[in-house]
T-cell receptor
Framework: GQNIDQPTEMTATEGAIVQINCTYQ??????LFWYQQHAGEAPTFLSY????GLEEKGRFSSFLSRSKGYSYLLLKELQMKDSASYLC??????????FGSGTKLNVKP | KAGVTQTPRYLIKTRGQQVTLSCSPI?????VSWYQQTPGQGLQFLFE???????NKGNFPGRFSGRQFSNSRSEMNVSTLELGDSALYLC???????????????FGPGTRLTVT
């Protein structure tokens, strides 16, 4: 079966750096996505990895290791507005998307 | 450019009824996917449509169905509603089918369905 694991909840301090991990086992792999979802809102796209390595986009970076079935999202210089859920998703065979349950990030002053 | 729109935003139904939800993708986007989001299960893929054809289907019972029109607008239907169908139903559109290149999905605000 398909399995995407990420921590349920994390807490970090404003200005700090936080890493949210995601491990996956899916039928096929055609890319890994990270989405941000604020409470009561729709998910918004953050990053995409299909090759091993680090993709950087401003304060957000995402890393992928296909051989380990592992990714992480790195958030730097945390701001209060970064408090949200972060969803890891894998595009598997036949363009099916599999989502993790999300990591709720709480940013404290 | 207008985003993905979904109607209605909120809906209350009783068990046994059926419901139809609507999604209008971003102009030019031809791929539309539907997801069910619940606190316990997270985001679950329902199905994807492209050019009026269902390209993919998740592991949901046949009570869940959908269709796409020539203008790329999509509807999903749930028949014989059960209490467990209470969830946020999200629609996402993307520029092209992701068979080679990858284009991110843009999500609508969702329809909150409550079954009593």
């Amino acid at each position: 079966g398909q399995n995407i694991d990420q921590p349920t909840e994390m807490t970090a301090t404003e200005g700090a750096i936080v890493q949210i991990n995601c491990t996956y086992q899916t039928s096929g792999f055609n890319g890994l996505f990270w989405y941000q979802q604020h409470a009561g809102e729709a998910p918004t796209f953050l990053s995409y990895n299909v090759l091993d390595g680090l993709e950087e986009k401003g304060r957000f970076s995402s890393f992928l290791s296909r051989s380990k079935g592992y990714s992480y999202l790195l958030l730097k210089e945390l701001q209060m507005k970064d408090s949200a859920s972060y969803l890891c998703a894998v595009r598997g065979d036949f363009n099916k998307f599999y989502f993790g349950s999300g990591t709720k990030l709480n940013v404290k002053p | 450019k207008a985003g993905v729109t979904q109607t209605p935003r909120y809906l209350i139904k009783t068990r046994g009824q059926q419901v139809t939800l609507s999604c209008s993708p971003i102009s030019g986007h031809r791929s539309v996917s539907w997801y069910q989001q619940t606190p316990g299960q997270g985001l679950q893929f329902l199905f994807e449509y492209f050019s009026e054809t269902q390209r993919n289907k998740g592991n949901f019972p046949g009570r869940f169905s959908g269709r796409q029109f020539s203008n790329s607008r999509s509807e999903m239907n749930v028949s014989t509603l059960e209490l467990g169908d209470s969830a946020l139903y999200l629609c996402a559109s993307s520029l092209v089918p992701r068979t080679g290149g990858t284009y991110e999905q843009y999500f609508g605000p969702g329809t909150r369905l409550t079954v009593t």
